[in-house]
Structures are given as C-alpha cells and as structure tokens.
C-alpha cells in the first residue's frame, strides 16, 4: 500500500512536457535603432527557428529521459527543457556557458572528452554535436522561460472518467431507434452528409455471414431474405448466426491474432506446440456460451485462482503463453530471457485488454503517455511467478478431485502429518496395508540352464546362486539368463546385487566407481510346444536405493538411453523387484529367460547378482526402505508411535501413490505455470520450474546489467481503481499476483477495458475501429472519429449488456450505419474520403482464414467437425537442428481433416503457410490487433497456381457434376455458390466457351480468383 | 478499365502522391483503400513507387520525405553468413592472441549467452598475411576474397546486443532482438518499390541444407503489408519461383492453355466488376496484381535458368566443384537477379544447427575452412562478374553475420558466441575502396575504438539508397517504429564523397 501511495505522489509531480511556442514574443532592446531593430528581429527569429527545429529535438532525443521534468527523476538535478535548468545546471554545476562551448560541460559530455562524464552512453552523431556547439557558441539563444507545465495525466480520451453520454436527439437514417444511428446520424449531419441507403438484400446477408460467422450463406439464404426482408427476418437472421457454433470459430481467430497465439516457439528453436490448441477450444466454447468480459479477463489470466475447482478450464492460461519463447535465450542466458519473456507477456496482456502499449516504458518513462517505468516493472512482476510450457490438467473434474485427494496424502505422508495420518480413512488405508505385508515374500531362485554376456565377459556361478562377471570389461553388455524356478505361477522378479572382492570398490559394479546401470529388463516365458516366448509386462519396480537421476522406473521406461543405477551407496548389497502385470501360471515344463540390458557406456555393468522369482501376492513384495522393513519385523505391540507414524506413512504413499498411477494420464495445454514441461523438439521436453516467484527490478534504460530497486506487483498507478488487490503486494503469491491484475482489469471503474473492448468489436465489423488502432488507446495511437459513441457503448456494453459480446455484436449489426450500403457516393467522397464518418460500410477483400473457408465451403467440402489437435497442411521432416523442416508445396489435400476450418490450421510461427501469407494471414511473432490488405502479383499467383485452390476447385467441379448433367446448369451452380447470384445470359455464354475448352474446374478457378468472389461489399 | 473510372484512379494517386508520401499513404489512417492504393503505386507500371522515391528531381512530395539525396545504390545483395563467422579467424588479425595462447583470461563466470563457461585464450590456427595495397591481413582461409580487399570497406569493430544465434540475426537483419519486425530487405521493398514488374522486389537465397535461425522470420515484412517479405527461392528447384505456374502433374485441368484463356475471363469479369464499383481502387490494383504475375511467369524462368551462363562463368563461380557448387549457384542466381531489377537478393551460408555453418564451437580448424572454402571463391567470382558487367555502379555487396566468436577456447579447439565484436565489410557503389573503420581489443574480444551496430550499418546502407533512416518510419503498437530502432549514424567514413 506504501508503496502504490509513493508511486501515486511521484506521479503527480511528474510533469508531462508541453510544447507551446505558438506566440513568438520578441521584445526590443530599449536604445537600439528601429532599423536594426528590425534585423535583430530577423536574427532573433533566426535564432529562434535554428533553436526549436535543429538544437531542441537532439536534446530531446537524446537527454530528455533522464533529465527533462518528463523524466522520473531529473538526474544530477539537470534539466534541460528549460532556460534555467542548463543555467542553474546539475551537481556538477553550470551546464552551459553562452558563447563558450569549451567551458560549457554539456559540450564535453557529448563528446565524451572526459572518461568519467560520457553522456549519452551511446555517443551522439558527429553532425548533431556541431549544432550543439554552434549553438552555444552563438549564445545558447533559449526562450524557454517558464517551467514545463504540468499536464493532467488523464487529460486524454481514453483515460478520461468514463461517463454515458446522452444520445443526441437527431432524425435518424431510416427512422432507426438504434443509438448507434443517432451518434453517427450526428456527426454526419454536422458534417452536412447523411447516411447511405441500405445495402442490398444480397449484399446484407452475405456481409452480416461473414461478418458473424465467417462462412458465406447458401444462394438458398439469400433468396429467403430477398423474398422477405423485414427487421424481423433480419434479426432472426442476426440471432441465428449468434447461435451458431461457427460464430465462436470466426471470433477466436481476431482474439488469436489480437495476441499474437501460435503454435510454435518461433526464434531459433521454433519448435511446434502440440498442446497449445485446446486454450482455442476454450476460446471457441467461451466465445460460444458467451461468457462475460470481465469473466473472460479473469479466466484467461487466473482461472486456476478463481476456480480451483474447474480444471476443465484450465487451458484458459493458454493465454498468457499465446507469445513466442525463446528457447536458445532460455537455456543460456536465463536472466535477459525473464525480462524478454515476461515483456511478452505485459505487452499482450496490456495491448489486448486495455488497448495501452505498457511495454514503451521498459527502458525510460513513457514518451507519451502516463506510464511510469515503475508501472511496466510491476506489472512484469504480476508474471515472475510463472513459465510457458505445457501444464497437466484434468479435463473431468472428478478425477480432478481425486488426484487432489491423493496428492494431499502423498504430502501429509512426507510431511509425517499426524493429523492426516491418524485420520480414520488413513488409518483404515494403513491397516489394510499392514495387512498384506504381514508375511514377508519368499523368493526362489531363477536356477540358470544358461547365463550369457553379449559382449564376452566371463559370468561364474557360485554355490549361493551368484553370478560374478570377470574378464573382458566391455563398454556396454547384455546379460541372457535361461532357466526354471519350480513355481506354478510368478507375480515377480527379484534382482540382488552384491559386493564383491574382485570388482573395483568391491563393485556390485564394474565401472571403476564401483557403480552400474541398467538400462533395460526384459522377462519372456517359453512354453513347451510352443515356438515363441512370451513377453510379460512389468507394471512397475522398485529398489532399495536409486541414485539421484537414475531410478529404477528408468530401467522399465522402454528407453535404452535411461537406466537405474546405485552410486554412491557402493560396495553394498542391494535389490530391486520388478512387479509384472499380471501373475503369470507357469507349466511345469515352462522357461523363463531373463535379459538385462546395460547400454550406458563406460562398463557401467553389473558385476554380482542373482535373480530369483515368487508367487506372493502383489504388493506386497515391493521393496521396503530399511527402516520400514525393521519397522515391520517388531511386533505390532512393541512398535512405539513414532514407528507407527513411519509405518503409516509409508503406507499412505504407497496405496496413494498405486491408485495415482492408476489415475488417466493428465491433458496438457501449453499455457504458465510453476511447474512446466518445455517443448523442446523431436518429442523432448525440458522441464521448467519456478518456486517462488522471481524478485523484479526496475532496469535502468532496460539494461540488465543495471538493476535498480525491486518492484512489486502492480498496475499502471494513472488508474488507482483495485489497487487494495495489489495491497498484500509483500506477501503475495502465485497467482494471486496474477488475479490482483485481473481484478484491476476487469474492474467496472477501468476506463479502458470497456472502451478497448467495444472498440475492437467496431474493427471487427467495420474494417476499422472507432479509434482505428484497437490495441493503442494512447497519444500515439489513432484518434477516435466518435469518441462519445465509445463512451456510450463502453457503458452500455459494461452495465446494460453485462459484458456479453454477442449483445454487443447485435446491437452493432442491427444499426443502420452497419446495414448501409458500401457503394462510394461522390458528395461524401469529397468531404471524407477515408469514411471516417461512416457514411457508407466499408467494404473489403476476404481475409486468408475466410478465402479458405470460403473455399471449403462452395467446394462441398467443408468439415464442420470441431475441437482437438490441430491439422498441418505440411509435410514434417526433421530439420537440421530442433526446428522442422515443413514442406507446404507437397501437401496433399485429400489428408482427413485438411478441409476442416482455418481455425483448426496448425499455425507454424517461423514457418508460414504461403497461400496464407500472400493472402496477409499476420506474422505472429508480433502482437496483430490489425491485419493489412494488399494486392501484389505474388499474391495473384498463389491464388492461380497453389494447390489448395487447384484442389479444391476440382474438388467443387466434381461435387457439381455429381449433382448436374447439364453443362450450363453447372456454370449456373458454380456462379450460384460463389458469387450468390444467378449469372446473367452473357455471363453463362462467357464461361460456357472457357468452360467447353478447359473444363468446369478450370472455371472453379477463376471464380475463385474473381474479386465479386474476394470482396465483401 | 472505363474512361471516367481510370481517370478517377488517375485523380486519386496524383492528389495521393502530391500530398502524402507512401507511409502516409499506407498510414492513412490504416485505411484499406490507402493500402492498396500505396500498393499499387509500387507495382503499377505507370507510377511506381521506385520512381516517385528515388527521383528527387521530379516533382513528387513523396520523394522528398524520405529521400536524402540522390541514391548511390540501386540494388543490394547481402551475403551472410549463418552462425557468427569468427573474426581472429578471418579478418581481424590477432598477434596477441598467440602470446597469450593456452592463458586462463576469460571471465570467470559463465557471460549471459555464452553456452558453456570460458577456456583458455586460444590463438588462431591459421597463419594470418597482408594483402593488397592496404596491406589488410586476412588469414589463409580467404585466399580469393584476399585479392579483392583494396575494394572493400571493412567495418572492424561491429557490436551486437546479444550472444544468441536468434535474437542475433534478428538483430542483425531487423534491428530488433525480438520476432515480427521488418528485416532491411522489407524496409528497402517499401520504401523504394521495386526496379522491374517482370521479377519480384525481394528475394533469399537460402543454404540448400535449410533455413537459417528463426526460419522465415529473417525475410519476414513483420507489421508491413505482406508484399514486402522476402521471397524465398530454392536455388535448385526446377520451378523458379513457387506457384509460378499450376502443377500440372497433379492438376490436369491447369494446362497452359487452360491458365491463359482462364486469366483472359478472369481479368474480362474482375474489370466488368471493377467498372460496377467505381472509385475502389483496391479493385484496380487487383486487375493490375494479375498483369503483373502474367510478366512474371513470362521473364521468371529465363532470369532463374542458369544454363545461360557460359561453362567459364559456371567454373569461377565454382559450379564444377561440389564444396562451392551450392553457395556458387546462388551468387551466380543473385546476379543474374540483380541484373535484371531484383532490388534485394539475401543469400545465407549455411542452415541453422550444429553443423554445415559458421557456429564452430568444437573445432575452428577442422570446421571453419571447409564454410570459407564453400564462400570464397564464389564470392570473389561475385564482385569481379559485377564490376565486369558495370553493375558495380549502382549495386551494393554487403558481407555480414550475427555475431563474433570468443578469444577464448571452447572446449579446447571451438570458440563460444561473442557480440562483444565482429567483422561486416561493404563492396560496390558509394563505397570508400579499401578503408577500414573501427578496432578491436588486442584480443578480438570487444570492440573498442569506433564501434558500429547493426543501426549504424542499416543506417548507412539506407543512406546509401538514397533513404533517410530517421524518416522511414510505421507506426505500429503506439511506436513510430524505425529499422534503426531510436539509434543509428550514417557512417561516413566508409562512403565515397
């Protein structure tokens, strides 16, 4: 609390500059000439211009961070946006002396004479320091008087107390009650322009589809509006379209460009993200079921605080891993990738939900708006508590509960909780286990008919049974026993490895440190009459001792390159037991062979052993820690309590740990978390893990290497709203951090939120917003054409739609100013060229994801199935390091699921699809709240020759055919679907004659590189 | 395209180019009908963007927010080199470095970046010479490039913020360490447009073994209009560029035939279209869009069939030899590119990966020779083609990599990543022949004495083209977003006059 109040007091008396030197007040010396006054006049004016156009805005570029009002502290007390800050100067004293550049220090700093006062770090141009020193040679001519004056931080549309205003009473274009209409209506009309009449039926429903649902509607569609095209039936159609799950698959896609979500690391070690897709199918299901804003907020960066309980929607996190990672950075240089990676996640986070572009302050104040360094700084700190990679959850929330259940135990076991383990459903787990432990396994020995090494070492059996290995010491080695125990059925195997005086450090291995590995145990059952052995599946395994790093499950994971081992617990006996599946019975005739595969290297083989098996009742033969063991061998009466307490302890583990292992496997989503597995390529995982949050600093300049004080979590302190979510800010933990920042951005008083929100819907469905750069609301971005119609639907959006985008959507495409015709009218034109007034829709060319949906869609092809992996429209190879090659041009489009939506397209970071990419899909390496639209021959080329558009325009010629004998009724299907019309006679006479020559496909083609295909008036 | 509509179009670019320049074009509030139009003043054959920019004597506004003064270059071909080139192995020679061979100097903690912790100061394997009348000393992996360093301009002292392959080749092709930014051949593709409709403004030539780091990401437009990207060509691909033509094999309807009559109806219904929408000029630039890929696929297979060239000029570029067959085909591609009006052409030595580039980390003398070997003498047979062919004139040749390598073993044979300093050297039009700028330390370590960055470099080579780096700008995400990033002197040292 402190600290958000010190931080609000250093904001207040930060000053933001203003330049205003609109007035040139030239005073006249008293005593001098009128003739020369006039001169003096000119030369002042001189002077004057020379100063603001050439000397000013090096100082301002190159000084002003640190030492201008704007800056958070004036460094060494010099300021050098006013006349008396150089003339009274820093610490060091006067910084200018007029007329004597030599004597002036701000000359010497800038060209680092002196090693001790090198200002700016980075030295300034050759050229701007001979300005400098002419200026101040000429007399450091200065009309800066007065101090910078302050400016209100929130004196700027976005930032403004967010009021309703009323709507302007004026007539509205078609008599509409829509609000939107009278905002619109309003400026038009000052404008001395109106509205333009409504678009036609045809155009209306094939805009409001893919506007909605990025689908085009049947010719059907458009015929029954045509016939009836009331409010009503407009508004049914709106609703209809809303109700659609299409509706959620469109609208994921503009949030997914908003935050930059692809499936691939991108940077050097662009490494794809098989996990990354069920957070797009949260954003399909919440879009769909209309979850509120501010749930939306809070979901996408906390849900794991809000609702612990809903693990099924954990792939919310997704969200804050939507951004690249930098693999290579990770793994060497780990403190520049924490302060990358997590101004990845403050620029999304910033950018898509209120619109501020927080990451310009990461190496000085905000040039332009109210952003303090010490802002960006703790708002990276809200995500220092977490790492993307992939996280484990349970999709079915019982299961969930489950291994909640058990992980609690497993932790009161090691913790010894008394509390918990002398609990009754404990202590019934317990007696349950003491119970099959009463009687410990008898073992017989795997009496060997033969014993083998691979590699040529002697194995000598002594008269205990014991095999010792001697002679050659190969590098790696492969035991094959052969032999009969005399049991009729076998529940395990038992391995005992024994010092030994002629193994180095009395072994029980051979490598020189007396340790071994086993990489691998195989078990397989030879019947009698029969020709092959069968293999029998170990279910699980456990020894006395297991090296850090090497446990026996290593030596069972079907991975020849893990193994178990046992240093530095050497020159000791040990043993493992490996548990099979399921008991085997065993004829009296029946084998068994026993392969113990030792592939590490460096003679990390075993040097003493014997293996014996036992029927005894599983689990009761799993190797027992030692204090366990003589535990058990007191009798129950003897034991004291804290025995009691190891034993239940031990049992606890052991039966939760059991029916863990029995629990369904965890789903993955890439998203944050504390605990990661880091796709790493060619299937491997790097595990990720941060324990408690990290500690930020505020870097001075951004630089590393130049950490100043600690920040805690926070906000941006120019909106103080929730900031007592912030308050424990000490004490704080995961993800308390990152709920405190959801509550101060889904709070109804964040004037930004609501504005943002609206304001990206309008791009959505317009082509461009109100203020025309959705993601920044501040002094650089665009200025808003109605600022009071933001305001207005902010409001309404927040308190009368309760944040429900699809209310929101409805009232937009109901108005008039949506439903107007896009066709230019010249009188507007020439007022408002660019339809900033919205005087007509703005019309514009299909973008990548619609032209292929588009595509499928009159191809016949179209596969609504939803959800799951995405599909790769590439062929994967692995490529020179961990970054694949993918190969698009070979693709082939009759895979399964290739003409699925765009939505469900596996989106490779680094490497684009280039249909995709001609056709403006963004680069996602960066934020894209705003996709370009261009044309270029390389563009017209993709279109004709890729094969996605030759296949599947085949693919529609075909599904045409099929349904069509006559050739000019295909021409008219083809035209019906693609353009939803009926051609005119001279049009089917056209195609007809291209269509006779080439084919019906070749003019699928052409229609599909036509601009009444392309375009959405 | 109807009389009154085509002179509306005509209305709208005059009024556009007399009063916007193409940023603001493009900027124009982001509006789509600007984009296009922006487009089109690049690619339409009656006023290209190359010209409005590059003449300054014409009378256009554009020309003058941009451009400087008259361009020196027209065209640029960067050759890079994928790994961090190692400079006390090539071009920056380090008597020190054998002094104190074998001594344990290097900082004691592993630096940020650095993959595994410093060794020994290891002198360089190779025997070092003076060459040329500057008497440069370039070591004995560089024979061919040895002859040609009177006329290059060295930048000695080159520093990169990073010691990490992807966020370094950002950096040195974007300006930035991070994705999604515009690398220098986008920049120059948008700001100048291209010099000929019948080939495409950017291309990249990558190594035959794949992609550099970050894949795709180093030709990338980033938040510029996707036309600017680099064009990635597969130099030994039979089909020039990709989707030049229908895959016939595959799509038998797509005959020659079948394209052309198909692009005649198509171009008859996108005009008949156009003509019903008056006054969008995004409709005009997609009929214009067509015409131009029809030039493209009449020129493209001739600039890409290198059969043309004579057997002698297979054999300098070393075409007849399998270590320099690669590498030799693309410099040989790159002029012939160059030639015709590309203005950008990338060619990368070697993939990303552990192997086959110029990241030697294990052993400087067994895995540097054979990549100086694959580069030297194409490169060589490069410049000496162009300077044969006058393309000296208006061609820039710059010859770069991410980062330098340590003084330090690596092992005891490698070299670890090192931004502190490395070598780029610049070749052809308005280059000072023979200078050299900037000094390492005595070890090659960090650079000391005029030191130069990646803004000061693209700076320069702007400058070169006639750019003002300070004035290209995009405002993109709240930031008027420069190549050169908030830095960036043009280095005068190196240029001529």
Same mark, same amino acid.
């Given at each position: ?237 709106? /609703? ?17 460009? =908003? ?32 979850? /509120? ?186 035991? =094959? ?9 076998? =529940? ?51 020894a006395d001792f297991n090296q850090e790093g090497w446990g026996i499950e290593r030596a069972i994971d079907g991975n020849a390159k893990t193994a178990w081992g046992i240093f530095p617990e050497i020159g000791k006996p040990h043993q493992a037991v490996f548990e099979l599946a399921e008991p085997i019975a065993l004829t009296p005739d029946a084998t068994i062979t026993v ?257 292929? /949906? ?35 041009? =070979? ?127 | ?124 394997? &190779? ?117 030049? &033509? ?80 690669? &590498? ?170």
């Open positions: 609390m402190f600290n958000q109040t010190r931080r609000w007091y250093a904001f207040n008396i930060r000053v933001l500059l203003v330049f205003c030197f609109i007035a040139l007040s030239i005073v006249p010396c008293p005593g001098i000439e009128l003739a020369d006054e006039v001169d003096d006049a000119t030369e002042k004016e001189r002077q004057l211009n020379f100063f603001h156009e050439q000397v000013e805005p090096i100082l301002a570029r190159h000084c002003y961070d640190c030492h201008s009002h704007r800056s958070q502290s004036i460094e060494s007390g010099l300021a050098l946006d006013w006349r008396s800050g150089w003339e009274s100067g820093g610490a060091r004293g006067k910084a200018i002396v007029p007329s004597k550049p030599e004597e002036s220090l701000l000359i010497r700093a800038v060209q680092h004479q002196d090693a001790k006062l090198k200002m700016p770090e980075e030295k300034l141009a050759d050229s701007e320091i001979e300005l400098l020193i002419r200026w101040v040679q000429g007399g450091a001519y200065d009309d800066r008087v007065s101090e910078p004056k302050l400016e209100e931080p929130r004196d700027w549309w976005s930032l403004k107390p967010l009021d309703q205003p009323s709507i302007p009473a004026v007539k509205n274009a078609d008599e509409s009650n829509n609000p939107i209409d009278a905002f619109v209506s309003a400026k038009l009309q000052q404008a001395g322009l109106s509205h333009s009449p409504a678009a036609s039926p045809r155009e209306i429903v094939r805009r409001l589809y893919l506007d909605l649902i990025g689908l085009p509607p049947t010719i059907e569609d458009v015929a029954a509006f045509e016939q009836d095209p009331s409010d009503a039936a407009y508004e049914a159609m709106v /609703d209809r379209l809303l109700a659609s799950e299409r509706y959620g698959e469109r609208w994921a896609r503009h949030w997914m460009d =908003t935050i930059h979500f692809a499936e691939s690391h991108g940077y050097e070690h662009d490494v794809g993200r098989d996990h990354a897709w069920p957070y797009r199918d949260y954003l399909i299901r919440s879009l769909n079921a209309d979850k /509120d804003w501010a749930t939306l907020i809070r979901e996408q960066l906390a849900v794991d605080y809000y609702k612990p309980d809903a693990t099924d929607l954990l792939p919310a996190l997704g969200f804050l891993g939507a951004g690249t990672f930098d693999l290579s950075t990770y793994s060497t240089g780990p403190v520049t990738f924490d302060y990358i990676d997590r101004d990845d996640m403050v620029t999304q986070t910033m950018a898509a939900f209120v619109s501020t572009t927080a990451n310009c302050a990461r190496c000085h104040a905000h040039k332009f708006d109210p952003i303090t360094q010490e802002d960006y700084y703790s708002l990276q700190a809200v995500f220092s508590g977490v790492l993307k990679g992939d996280v484990g959850y349970d999709a079915d929330s019982a299961i969930a509960n489950e291994r909640r259940r058990l992980n609690r135990l497993l932790d009161a076991a090691r913790r010894r909780d008394k509390s918990i383990l002398q609990s009754d459903p404990a202590q019934q787990m317990v007696a349950k286990w003491l119970q099959s432990h009463r009687d410990p396994a008898t073992w017989s020995e795997l009496r060997p008919v033969s014993f083998v090494s691979s590699d040529g070492a002697t194995l000598t059996r002594d008269d205990n049974g014991v095999i010792v290995a001697s002679g050659a010491n190969p590098e790696t080695d492969i035991y =094959t026993l052969t032999g009969q125990t005399g049991l009729k059925k076998i =529940t395990a195997l038992q391995l005992e490895l024994f010092p030994h005086d002629s193994l180095p450090m009395k072994g029980p291995g051979r490598c020189q440190n007396g340790n071994l590995h086993l990489s691998e145990v195989a078990i397989t059952v030879f019947s009698a009459g029969k020709s092959s052995g069968e293999p029998l599946k170990i279910a699980r395994a456990s392969v113990l595969k030792q592939l590490h290297g460096g003679s990390h083989l075993i040097g003493a052993f014997r293996v014996s098996m036992t029927d005894a009742a599983l689990p009761s033969v799993a190797i027992m820690p030692a204090d366990v063991r003589a535990a058990l061998a007191i009798e129950e009466t003897q034991r004291t309590e804290s025995l009691n307490l190891l034993l239940a302890a031990h049992a606890v583990a052991e039966v939760a740990s059991g029916q863990l292992q029995r629990l369904p496997e965890q789903s993955q989503v890439y998203a944050v978390g504390k605990s990661v597995q880091i796709p790493a390529g060619n299937g491997k995982y790097q595990a990720g893990a941060i324990a408690e949050p990290k500690k930020v600093h505020l870097l001075q300049r951004g630089q590393i290497d130049k950490p100043k004080q600690e920040i805690p979590p926070g906000a941006l302190v120019v909106l103080d709203h929730a900031r007592q979510s912030f308050a424990v800010s000490e004490s704080m933990t995961e993800p308390m951090r990152r709920a405190a920042l959801a509550e101060w951005l889904s709070h109804r008083e964040n004037v930004l939120t609501w504005r943002s929100a609206v304001n990206r819907a309008w791009h959505y469905h317009f082509g461009r917003g109100l203020c025309d750069t959705p993601s920044d609301f501040g002094r650089m971005g665009g200025v808003p054409s109605h600022p009071e119609l933001i305001d207005w639907l902010a409001v309404w959006f927040r308190d009368s739609a309760g944040g429900s985008m699809k209310q929101l959507h409805r009232l937009i495409v109901t108005s008039h100013t949506y439903r107007q015709a896009s066709a230019t009218r010249e009188e507007p034109a020439g007022v408002d060229s660019e339809n900033r007034l919205l005087w007509r829709q703005n019309s514009h060319r299909l973008d990548a994801d619609a032209f292929r /949906d588009f595509v499928l869609s009159v191809s016949g092809k179209l596969d609504f199935t939803m959800y799951g992996p995405s599909v790769q429209h590439f062929k994967q190879s692995p490529g020179p390091q961990s970054t694949p090659n993918l190969d698009y041009a =070979t693709y082939d489009w009759n895979t399964p699921g290739s003409n699925r939506r765009s939505i469900y397209r596996y989106v490779w970071r680094g490497i684009p699809d280039p249909l995709m990419a001609a056709l403006d899909f963004p680069d996602l390496g960066l934020l894209s709240p705003v996709r370009s639209e261009s044309a270029s021959p390389l563009q017209a080329l993709a279109l004709m020759n890729n094969s996605f558009v030759l296949h599947f325009g085949q693919a529609m010629a075909d599904d045409v055919v099929k349904i069509e004998a006559d050739p000019a009724m295909q021409v008219k299907i083809v035209v019906q679907r693609c353009w939803l019309r009926e051609p005119s006679e001279g049009e089917v006479k056209t195609m007809m004659a291209h269509v006779s020559e080439f084919g019906l496909a070749s003019l699928c083609r052409v229609l599909m590189n036509s601009s009444e295909f392309l375009m959405v008036q | 395209m109807n009389s009154q509509n085509s002179k509306q179009i005509d209305r709208v670019q005059n009024e556009a180019v007399a009063s916007l320049s193409r940023r603001q074009l493009l900027l124009g509030g982001g509006s789509l009908a600007c984009l296009a139009l922006a487009d089109m003043l690049a690619s339409n054959g009656s006023l290209r963007a190359s010209e409005v920019v590059s003449d300054v004597q014409g009378d256009s506004q554009a020309s003058k927010a941009v451009v400087t003064r008259s361009p020196k270059v027209k065209r640029v071909i960067q050759l890079f080199m994928t790994g961090g080139a190692s400079p006390m192995d090539t071009f920056d020679y380090k008597p020190e470095l054998e002094r104190l061979h074998g001594q344990m100097l290097g900082p004691k903690d592993k630096p940020e970046g650095f993959t595994a912790p410093a060794g020994a100061i290891m002198k360089s394997p &190779f025997p070092f010479q003076q060459h040329g009348e500057t008497g440069r000393w370039v070591s004995s992996v560089f024979p061919e490039q040895a002859k040609l360093v009177d006329e290059m301009a060295f930048l000695m002292a080159m520093t990169t913020k990073t010691n990490v392959h992807g966020p370094g080749t950002y950096m040195m092709n974007s300006g930035f360490l991070l994705p999604g930014f515009p690398c220098l051949g986008a920049w120059v593709s948008y700001a100048l447009g291209n010099l000929t409709d019948n080939l495409p403004t950017f291309v990249v030539l990558p190594d035959a073994r794949g992609l550099p780091y970050n894949q795709k990401g180093c030709f990338s437009a980033g938040f510029l209009p996707s036309t600017h990207e680099g064009l990635v060509i597969q130099a030994s691909s039979k089909t020039a560029l990709p989707d030049l &033509f229908a895959d016939q094999s595959k799509f038998g309807y797509a005959t020659a035939e079948a394209s052309q009559d198909g692009l005649e109806l198509l171009q008859a219904i996108n005009g008949k279209f156009a003509g019903a929408h008056g006054g969008d000029a995004r409709l005009e630039s997609r009929l214009a869009s067509y015409e131009l890929a029809a030039k493209m696929q009449l020129s493209a297979p001739e600039a890409f069939d290198l059969s043309q060239e004579s057997q002698e000029t297979h054999r300098s570029y070393g075409l007849d030899q399998a270590p320099t067959e690669d &590498f030799g085909r693309r410099c040989l591609l790159a002029r012939r590119m160059i030639e015709r009006g590309v203005r950008f052409v990338q060619v990368w030595s070697g993939p990303q990966g552990a192997v086959n580039n110029w990241d030697n980390h294990g052993n400087i003398q067994t895995e540097l020779p054979p990549m100086a070997l694959s580069v030297d003498r194409p490169i060589a047979a490069l410049l000496r083609d162009l300077k044969s062919r006058g393309l000296d004139q208006d061609t820039l040749v710059i010859w770069t990599t991410e980062f330098g390598r340590t003084p330090f073993a690596q092992g005891s044979l490698g070299r670890d990543h090192n931004g502190g300093s490395f070598v780029t050297w610049l070749w052809g039009a308005g280059v000072k022949p023979g200078v050299s700028y900037g000094q390492s330390d005595d070890w090659g370590y960090q650079a000391v004495e005029n030191k130069t960055w990646c803004y000061d470099l693209h700076a320069t080579i702007l400058h070169m083209l006639g750019i003002d780096h300070l004035k290209l700008t995009v405002r993109q995400n709240g930031i008027d977003r420069r190549l050169t990033d908030v830095h960036g002197r043009v280095i005068h040292e190196i240029l001529n006059s």
